[in-house]
């Protein structure tokens, strides 16, 4: 039996630089009075990462090295990481985040205190390491929560209510083998706290634990996987909380009278919904104002089309999700070499949102030109903001179906 109290699994591919910095802190930042182990799963990867890990088992931490012989995708590489682990707990560390070392003392404390709890859960820190400051806080928790074994009725209720996600958690790992099994079309950390509370008691504990970098000093610009996730995987999450609810159902913790379904069915609903706002706000960041407005739709549907998030883009959706459209059918067909914006009162400003929207820089944007060239107009698109232009444009030469209106582009915006 294994004396180590602690696994923590990192999980990485070619990131050698990311992996260096999150072990350097362990020299510099993380003190542990317990024996543990950094295990790290490396998913084939082909540059210096294998020389990073085993440069500081050298140096004398508790590094376990393991390589994957090929590929086989993120869930793969964190379960490689947890399997390999000989602690009595096991905690996940992507390779670019930090730890909050005390909260991580006293979750293992509260794991030695309570034999019962399969999982603590807990918070986590944004932050931003090239100001060195926590910049905000992924739901709070008010004070520790123990939920009993298959109390799904509870914990869903306290997941809905704070807008949990049990993305961070300190796990016991007799319980590993069972809970973190594949699942695709629901998500993750819904369906596997489902499983651990299957299996045994959770937790919910206020203190985080974990730090999530979101600008990094290796790569200010980098974009982080969680947001790539909340931008696409709404359904996703919906698909996860009726996983929970029908493993809850089926171990007869949860009513299955049509009304408590429809009552779980709302809730999921809204959950998903809200979760679709913030995608809204990140699109749109994005400049993707055509994502942006199909997410507005499947909103509004929903009942919430007063959203915040909503209400602050509608007065200007249309307009830019009809400039991103221009930009869209002039990039799209083969051989365009030319968009003339006819009759466009400030050309420069328009010329600039439509290269921010993806309009490719070998695409000239030209004013109408005074004397027009049938063979040129072949590879020419012609925007005409009123429509007024457009039969005029026909009888030059230009293709009909080159030809963009106001009315061609917002017409299905419809806010």
Same mark, same amino acid.
């Given at each position: 039996m294994s004396d180590i109290k602690l696994s923590i699994c990192i999980p990485t591919f070619n990131r050698a630089a990311y992996l260096q910095n999150a072990l350097s802190r362990f020299e510099t930042h993380y003190? /542990?009075?317990?024996? =543990?182990?950094?295990?790290?799963?490396?998913?084939?990867?082909?540059?210096?990462?294998?020389?990073?890990?085993?440069?500081?088992? !050298?140096?004398?931490? #508790? *590094?376990?090295?393991?390589?994957?012989?090929?590929?086989?995708?993120? +869930?793969?590489?964190?379960?490689?990481?947890?399997?390999?682990?000989?602690?009595?707990?096991? /905690?996940?560390?992507?390779?670019?985040?930090? $730890?909050?070392?005390?909260?991580?003392?006293?979750?293992?404390? =509260?794991?030695?205190?309570?034999?019962?709890?399969?999982?603590?859960?807990?918070? &986590?820190? +944004?932050?931003?390491?090239?100001?060195?400051?926590? *910049?905000?806080?992924?739901?709070?928790?008010? /004070?520790? !929560?123990?939920?009993?074994? !298959?109390?799904?009725?509870?914990?869903?209720?306290?997941?809905?209510?704070?807008?949990?996600? #049990?993305?961070?958690?300190?796990?016991?790992?007799?319980?590993?083998?069972?809970?973190?099994?594949?699942?695709?079309?629901?998500? &993750?950390? /819904?369906?596997?706290?489902?499983?651990?509370?299957?299996?045994?008691?959770?937790?919910? $504990?206020?203190?985080?634990? =974990?730090?999530?970098?979101?600008?990094?000093?290796i790569d200010p610009n980098r974009q982080q996987a969680g947001n790539e996730q909340v931008m696409t995987d709404w359904d996703k999450y919906r698909g996860g909380l009726e996983y929970f609810l029908y493993l809850g159902i089926k171990r007869g913790a949860i009513a299955n009278s049509r009304d408590a379904r429809a009552a779980f069915e709302q809730k999921c609903k809204i959950f998903t919904l809200n979760r679709m706002a913030v995608a809204v706000r990140f699109w749109a960041a994005r400049k993707d104002y055509i994502k942006a407005y199909e997410l507005y739709t499947r909103m509004a549907i929903g009942g919430m089309v007063d959203h915040p998030e909503l209400t602050k883009l509608r007065d200007t959706l249309p307009l830019m999700a009809g400039i991103q459209t221009l930009a869209w059918h002039a990039a799209s067909p083969a051989g365009i070499k030319r968009l003339i914006l006819a009759g466009v009162s400030d050309r420069s400003a328009l010329e600039d949102m439509l290269r921010q929207f993806g309009l490719p820089p070998d695409i000239e944007i030209i004013d109408e030109p005074r004397a027009h060239d049938r063979e040129r107009a072949e590879s020419t698109v012609?925007?005409?903001?009123?429509?007024?232009? =457009?039969?005029?444009?026909?009888?030059?030469?230009?293709?009909?179906? +080159?030809?963009?209106?106001?009315?061609? $582009?917002?017409?299905?915006?419809?806010?």
């Amino acid at each position: 039996m294994s004396d180590i109290k602690l696994s923590i699994c990192i999980p990485t591919f070619n990131r050698a630089a990311y992996l260096q910095n999150a072990l350097s802190r362990f020299e510099t930042h993380y003190r /542990f009075d317990f024996p =543990y182990e950094i295990v790290i799963s490396d998913n084939a990867s082909t540059d210096n990462t294998q020389d990073v890990a085993e440069a500081f088992a !050298r140096k004398g931490l #508790p *590094v376990r090295y393991h390589r994957r012989a090929t590929n086989g995708g993120s +869930l793969a590489n964190t379960v490689s990481a947890f399997h390999h682990a000989v602690g009595r707990y096991a /905690f996940y560390h992507a390779d670019d985040d930090f $730890l909050v070392p005390d909260g991580i003392v006293e979750a293992v404390q =509260y794991l030695d205190a309570n034999p019962d709890v399969t999982v603590c859960h807990a918070p &986590w820190h +944004l932050y931003d390491e090239v100001a060195d400051k926590d *910049v905000a806080q992924f739901y709070t928790v008010d /004070f520790d !929560r123990k939920f009993a074994r !298959r109390n799904f009725a509870e914990v869903f209720q306290f997941i809905f209510e704070r807008h949990i996600f #049990p993305e961070v958690g300190l796990y016991r790992t007799s319980v590993l083998r069972s809970a973190w099994v594949p699942r695709d079309f629901c998500f &993750w950390a /819904f369906s596997y706290l489902a499983h651990f509370l299957d299996e045994g008691a959770v937790a919910f $504990l206020r203190r985080p634990l =974990y730090r999530s970098v979101t600008v990094s000093s290796i790569d200010p610009n980098r974009q982080q996987a969680g947001n790539e996730q909340v931008m696409t995987d709404w359904d996703k999450y919906r698909g996860g909380l009726e996983y929970f609810l029908y493993l809850g159902i089926k171990r007869g913790a949860i009513a299955n009278s049509r009304d408590a379904r429809a009552a779980f069915e709302q809730k999921c609903k809204i959950f998903t919904l809200n979760r679709m706002a913030v995608a809204v706000r990140f699109w749109a960041a994005r400049k993707d104002y055509i994502k942006a407005y199909e997410l507005y739709t499947r909103m509004a549907i929903g009942g919430m089309v007063d959203h915040p998030e909503l209400t602050k883009l509608r007065d200007t959706l249309p307009l830019m999700a009809g400039i991103q459209t221009l930009a869209w059918h002039a990039a799209s067909p083969a051989g365009i070499k030319r968009l003339i914006l006819a009759g466009v009162s400030d050309r420069s400003a328009l010329e600039d949102m439509l290269r921010q929207f993806g309009l490719p820089p070998d695409i000239e944007i030209i004013d109408e030109p005074r004397a027009h060239d049938r063979e040129r107009a072949e590879s020419t698109v012609v925007f005409v903001p009123d429509g007024r232009g =457009y039969d005029r444009f026909v009888s030059l030469g230009y293709k009909p179906n +080159l030809i963009f209106t106001d009315r061609d $582009l917002v017409q299905h915006v419809v806010v």
